[in-house]
């Protein structure tokens, strides 16, 4: 069973100077991978018939499918449709089942109907028009040589709406697709190269259905395996196959075998085991608290945090002890352990984690250069306190240090 290829062109004056982010193409790709189309290339163009047919042209060339959105308003600046009569050699046809739909949409609004709208009512001949049930724009599909071209509106809400209930469906009728399945290991602590080296044989031994891509981001690389194979059981077994072996190399290294944040894989771990959160941060400032409540339902498992700051904070607070301060430093093992256990104690939590660091760009000494961060969690019974040293950069330190302090919570709740 071959691959279904699939084409985006997004059009619009607005996408290419910037004034508009184009997030069609990310949820058009993301819901096309899901029913097993690949999509072979996005490209944008501006509000010009020429590079509209250009760029349908090209496209036809390379894909199966080609998925267009944009241009279709009431306005002259909209050129979409008359465009697309050219390439197909039809033309607009008045279609009174596309005024109906819009009279139905907007029957408590009628003054929003005039003469610009009853213009979208013209539609391509040689189209099959499909039904825009959230917005005046219809949605018009075309065939040629066994391939297939779509033309949505832009709006998002709109395109989505057609896409799921109506585009989407037919595609899967009109063609057959082989199963498409993606997994995603988020791997922390290694650099992207290292963990290509490691991985090495492993990767040369993968099936050749079985394609992996290495996506970095600070302080984590997330695997995403892709497998494509007619029978979708045997290709789940498969990948499976290929996990197990990839567990017994890399180890509690693995944060999550799901594409989610790291925050979310922490308040999930929590959850499981009925325990409560406390934060005490200084460097980060509130960033690992942030990023906790920013997963719906933190409230099971978070208590609060204090953002110490400074040393008085972090003294009259945490209750930290001011000849510690004196004599290690505000960024020590000593300090940040008992910021940890003051926190955990204050907040009447189950677990604390705790942050003191030197973000930068300056502040940095020999002995305490600029990145340098310590992390301690803790509970009542077990406490982890590590030394990390990150870079120069102050934002991406921050990142870096919420990370590893994630891993550390993780670390310590696999042993408890």
């Keep these: 069973m071959n691959e279904v290829l699939v084409e985006i062109i997004t059009i619009g004056d607005e996408l290419l100077i910037g004034q508009i982010v184009d997030t069609n193409s990310a949820w058009m790709a993301k819901e096309l991978n899901k029913e097993g189309f690949r999509v072979k290339q996005i490209t944008s163009v501006s509000d010009n018939e020429s590079h509209i047919l250009e760029a349908t042209d090209l496209a036809f060339r390379r894909a199966d499918v080609v998925l267009m959105t944009g241009g279709l308003g009431p306005t002259k600046d909209d050129i979409t449709k008359q465009t697309l009569c050219n390439y197909f050699q039809t033309e607009l046809v008045f279609n009174s089942s596309v005024i109906d739909t ?18 979208q009512a013209y539609v391509p001949k040689t189209a099959t028009i499909i039904q825009n049930k959230r917005g005046t724009a219809p949605v018009t599909w075309f065939e040629k040589g066994g391939k297939v071209l779509v033309s949505m509106p832009g709006v998002p809400s709109e395109m989505e709406w057609v896409m799921s209930y109506e585009v989407l469906p037919r595609l899967k009728a009109y063609f057959k697709t082989p199963s498409l399945l993606h997994k995603s290991v988020l791997v922390y ?7 290509a080296i490691k991985l090495t044989d492993w990767e040369n031994a993968l099936p050749a259905y079985i394609k992996l891509a290495y996506l970095p981001t600070p302080g984590m690389v997330k695997l995403r395996l892709t497998g494509s194979l007619p029978d979708s059981h045997q290709l789940e077994t498969a990948i499976e196959t290929e996990l197990i072996t990839l567990r017994s190399i890399l180890g509690k290294s693995i944060l ?12 999930r771990l929590l959850k499981e085991k009925g325990l409560k959160l406390a934060t005490a941060e200084s460097c980060t400032g509130g960033n690992i608290a942030h990023l906790i409540t920013t997963i719906p339902g933190s409230s099971e498992y978070f208590n609060g945090s204090v953002v110490a700051y400074s040393n008085d904070v972090k003294i009259q607070s945490l209750g930290v002890s001011p000849e510690s301060l004196s004599a290690h430093g505000a960024v020590s093992q000593e300090v940040v352990e008992q910021m940890a256990t003051s926190v955990l104690k204050c907040f009447g939590a189950d677990v604390a984690v705790a942050v003191s ?30 030394r990390f040293q990150f870079g120069q950069l102050r934002t991406r330190n921050i990142s870096m240090a919420s990370l590893a302090a994630f891993a550390l919570i993780k670390e310590l709740l696999e042993t408890e």
């Design 102 to 119: 819009i009279k139905e949409l907007f029957k408590t609004r009628p003054n929003v109907i005039n003469e610009l709208t009853f213009n």
């Design 189 to 195: 602590g290694y650099p992207e190269s290292a963990l």
């Design 256 to 267: 999550a075998e799901e594409d989610i944040p790291v925050e979310a894989v922490i308040g």
């Design 357 to 386: 660091g030197i973000a930068g760009p300056d502040g940095g000494t020999e002995e305490k250069p600029v990145g340098t961060i310590w992390i301690c969690v803790c509970t009542n019974n077990k406490l982890i306190s590590r």
